[in-house]
C-alpha cells in the first residue's frame, strides 16, 4: 500500500519541523535494505529556521531543501560526495539574503548546493533587461515550497518520492509554478529530478531555466575529463578561446587567486526521442553519469560529476574548473495552465 504524508501546505497552515519515516515503520518487505526520509529544521546562524529532508535509500544518501526551491544541497554514495567545498558552508535562509547586493549578485551569499535550479523568469549575470534590471539566475532558488508531501510506493519497485510546488509570482508579473518530483528507489545508485513549470497567467510568459550542477574532489580534480556525444562545440568567449580546442574537456586542477572562469558551449547529439547523456570521469576513473529522459524538448540526463542538456538541437554549457550548467529558454504560451517541457534528469554513481 502506498503510504503518503503531506509536510508543508501553505493554504492550509501545515508545516511540519520534525517527522521521520523508515522501512520498520513502513514495513517494507522488499528485502531491498533499511532507508529512511528525515524532516528537520536548521537552528543557528543564518541557516536559522531552514528546512531540510535527508534521504537514505540504503545506498544513496541526499538532503533537499524546501526552503531554497527544492535544491539538492549534497549527496553521498558509498563514502563518495557529490557536491563541492563552497566558502558558504551553511545552508542559508532566504531571509538573510538580498538578491540586488554587489549589482544584482546577490544569489552568491547562499551558493554551496550540489543542483540548485536558476530561473524561472530568467538566469544568467545580472543586468538590465528592457526596464527592468534582472538579479544573477532569477529568484526559484531562494523561494520556499508552499507545497510538500513524501510518498512511499512499495510497487512496482520499491521508491522514495517527494513532492513539491514552488510559487514564482508577482503582481503585474511572472506568474509561474515549479511542480518537481525527485525520488529514488529503494537500494538504486539512482536519482531522477521530474520537473514541470506551468504559467498561471492569462498571457504568454518569458521562462529561463538552468540547472547549476556542481561538484569538486574526489570526483572533479586536475585530469577529470568531461564526455558527451559532442556533435559541436564553441567558446563562449575569448577567454575560453585561449585553450587548445583539443583540450576543452580537461580539467587541469585548481588555479591560483584571479583566475577566469572559461565556458563552452556544446550541442549534443541524441536519440529520436531527443535523450542524451553526459558524464563526469574523474582522475582515477571513476564516473558520475547524468541521463536526460526529458518529454519532447525539454529533457536532461545527467552523468556524475557534469551536467548534461537535450533540446532539439541539444546543448549544454561545460566549465573548466566550475559548475556544470544546463539551460533551457522558452516561452509559456497564454492558454491558463501552460506546461513547459517536463525534465526528468537521472543522476546516477
Not at 509554478?177 to 529514488?184: C, N, R, Y
Not at 582522475?283 to 545527467?302: C, F, Q, Y
Request: proline share 7%.
Amino acid at each position: 500500500m502506498v503510504y503518503s504524508k503531506v509536510l508543508t501546505d501553505s493554504s492550509h497552515g501545515i508545516s511540519l519541523k520534525e517527522w521521520r519515516f523508515d522501512s520498520t515503520q513502513a514495513d517494507d518487505r522488499s528485502a531491498k535494505g533499511a532507508w529512511s526520509v528525515r524532516k528537520s529544521c536548521l537552528a543557528g546562524g543564518r541557516q536559522e529556521g531552514t528546512e531540510i529532508v535527508e534521504v537514505d535509500n540504503g545506498l544513496l544518501k541526499f538532503v533537499v531543501v524546501p526552503t531554497r526551491g527544492m535544491n539538492l544541497w549534497r549527496a553521498e554514495i558509498q563514502g563518495v560526495r557529490l557536491g563541492w567545498d563552497s566558502p558558504v558552508t551553511e545552508i542559508v535562509h532566504p531571509q538573510f539574503v538580498d538578491l540586488t547586493e554587489r549589482g544584482g549578485k546577490g544569489w552568491l551569499n547562499g551558493f554551496g548546493e550540489w543542483i540548485s535550479r536558476c530561473g524561472l523568469e530568467s538566469m544568467g549575470p545580472p543586468g538590465p533587461d528592457g526596464p527592468q534590471v534582472l538579479t544573477q539566475h532569477g529568484r526559484i532558488n531562494y523561494l520556499p515550497a508552499s507545497y510538500l508531501e513524501f510518498r512511499f510506493e512499495p510497487e512496482p519497485n520499491p521508491r522514495l518520492v517527494l513532492r513539491g510546488i514552488v510559487d514564482e509570482s508577482f503582481m503585474f508579473g511572472p506568474h509561474l509554478q515549479l511542480i518537481t518530483e525527485i525520488s529514488t528507489e529503494i537500494g538504486s545508485s539512482e536519482l531522477v529530478l521530474n520537473d514541470t513549470v506551468l504559467n498561471l497567467a492569462d498571457i504568454p510568459q518569458e521562462m529561463e531555466s538552468l540547472y547549476h550542477v556542481n561538484f569538486g574532489p574526489p570526483l572533479l580534480g586536475a585530469g577529470a575529463k568531461f564526455l558527451a556525444p559532442i556533435k559541436r562545440v564553441a567558446p563562449r568567449d575569448v577567454r575560453a578561446a585561449e585553450v587548445d580546442m583539443a583540450k576543452w574537456n580537461l580539467y587541469t586542477g585548481p588555479q591560483p587567486a584571479g583566475y577566469t572562469e572559461q565556458v563552452y558551449f556544446a550541442e549534443l547529439w541524441a536519440d529520436q526521442k531527443g535523450f542524451t547523456q553526459a558524464l563526469l570521469q574523474s582522475p582515477d576513473g571513476t564516473e558520475n553519469r547524468i541521463r536526460d529522459r526529458s518529454r519532447a524538448r525539454h529533457k536532461l540526463s545527467v552523468s556524475p560529476g557534469r551536467r548534461a542538456q537535450s533540446r532539439p538541437p541539444p546543448k549544454t554549457c561545460s566549465r573548466r574548473e566550475s559548475p556544470g550548467r544546463r539551460r533551457h529558454q522558452s516561452t509559456l504560451n497564454s492558454s491558463r495552465r501552460q506546461r513547459s517541457r517536463a525534465k526528468d534528469c537521472r543522476a546516477t554513481a
